[in-house]
């Protein structure tokens, strides 16, 4: 089974940046489609950046410009640069990896980690 592990969160300034990664314990990596999510105290989990079919992104518009999501095969490592920080993304961000078996969508999940801006 996958187990993702999430790193880089904390305190950061506005208008500061940060780098959250996830380290993934899948050699077959590469096959799951990978995103990041948030979720602020009283609000549901949203969609921050996420992999889709074709090699496209689908980034929320609140943080389009601002955050970019990458990946690292070689180390089962995605990544989430985080620049241009707004108190508004004050929220524990959760890495997600997706694949589909037998026409089944498997979702897994990290355990989030803490991104909090302020001054």
């Known amino acids: 089974q996958v187990q993702l592990v999430e790193s880089g969160g904390g305190l950061v300034q506005p208008g500061g940046s940060l780098r959250l990664s996830c380290a993934a314990s899948?050699?077959?990596?590469?096959?799951?489609?990978m995103g990041w999510y948030r979720q602020a105290p009283g609000n549901q989990r949203e969609l921050v950046a996420a992999?889709?079919?074709?090699?496209?992104?689908n980034y929320a518009d609140s943080v389009k410009g601002r955050f970019t999501i990458s990946r690292d095969n070689a180390k089962n490592t995605v990544y989430l640069q985080m620049n241009s920080l707004k108190p508004e993304d004050t929220a524990v961000y959760y890495c997600?990896?997706?694949?589909?078996?037998?026409?089944?969508?498997?979702?897994?999940w990290g355990q989030g980690t803490q991104v909090t801006v302020s001054s």
């Open positions: 997600n990896a997706k694949y589909v078996i037998s026409g089944v969508v498997v979702d897994y």
């Open positions: 899948e050699r077959l990596f590469s096959r799951y489609a």
């Open positions: 992999e889709t079919s074709g090699s496209n992104i």
